[in-house]
């Protein structure tokens, strides 16, 4: 009688590295830190053929340019006299909202997630062509 060998369900595989090294959840990840490494994953061959590190990185430009516009807005009108005492307040609850932002996307590309903000994500759809 041949023995019966019991199948072991095998775990989930990681995401493969491409052939630079990093694989799709790392590199859409790293694209948040800053817009520099969004824009060399867009230039760099293996991640640039991507559709979801595209995605990612042309989110993290459109995020960057939009807290970009924000501060430049909360600093014009934080020179008007008497408004500081609005802006400075609402401008730490802003930046505080815009760090949380970027640490769920971070976290989520990490993980493998499209999470897409508001506004933001249908331009970085459009762009990254999905």
């Given at each position: 009688?041949?023995?019966?060998?019991?199948?072991?369900?095998?775990?989930p595989q990681a995401?493969?590295?491409?052939?630079?090294?990093?694989?799709?959840?790392?590199?859409?990840?790293?694209?948040?830190?800053?817009?520099?490494?969004?824009?060399?994953?867009?230039?760099?061959?293996?991640?640039?053929?991507?559709?979801?590190?595209?995605?990612?990185?042309?989110?993290?430009?459109?995020?960057?340019?939009?807290?970009?516009?924000?501060?430049?807005?909360?600093?014009?009108?934080?020179v008007v006299p008497?408004?500081?005492?609005?802006?400075?307040?609402?401008?730490l609850i802003i930046?505080?909202?815009?760090?949380?932002?970027?640490?769920?996307?971070?976290?989520?590309?990490?993980?493998?997630?499209?999470?897409?903000?508001?506004?933001?994500?249908?331009?970085?759809?459009?762009?990254?062509?999905?």
């Amino acid at each position: 009688m041949p023995e019966q060998v019991e199948q072991t369900p095998q775990p989930p595989q990681a995401p493969q590295a491409q052939a630079g090294g990093l694989s799709e959840n790392a590199a859409s990840a790293l694209a948040y830190i800053t817009f520099i490494p969004a824009i060399i994953f867009l230039a760099v061959a293996p991640y640039n053929q991507s559709a979801k590190v595209r995605f990612h990185c042309w989110q993290s430009i459109f995020f960057a340019i939009a807290a970009i516009v924000v501060q430049v807005g909360l600093t014009i009108l934080s020179v008007v006299p008497g408004l500081v005492l609005i802006t400075a307040p609402l401008g730490l609850i802003i930046w505080l909202g815009f760090f949380a932002l970027w640490l769920i996307t971070v976290i989520n590309a990490l993980n493998g997630k499209m999470f897409k903000i508001p506004v933001i994500a249908g331009f970085a759809a459009k762009q990254a062509g999905m």
